[in-house]
């Protein structure tokens, strides 16, 4: 997959039905889902607090939490210990 395949899938995902479920809840579950879904773990406090505070205070959008999540090294890490192309 080339770079901009990875990031279709991405921008695709975060437009779906499943994804939609997240869209009711508070900054912080919103969070606790990432990293549940995407890291495969709870937050660390400092993270949790750093990403709702991004959110609720400093006018980051989910969209743009969810694809900073997508492309963070421990993303990239837990892509290349299944074999999956990061994108």
């Known amino acids: 997959r080339s770079r901009s395949e990875g990031d279709n899938v991405r921008r695709t995902f975060f437009r779906t039905d499943i994804f939609d479920t997240f869209t009711g809840e508070n900054d912080t579950e ?41 492309e963070s090294d421990e993303f990239y890490v837990i892509c290349q210990q299944y074999n999956v192309n990061h994108g």
């Open 30 to 70: 919103f969070i606790r889902h990432l990293y549940k879904a995407m890291m495969g773990r709870e937050p660390d406090t400092d993270g949790l607090a750093y990403w709702v505070w991004e959110l609720s205070s400093n006018g980051m959008t989910r969209e743009t939490a969810f694809e900073r999540f997508a």
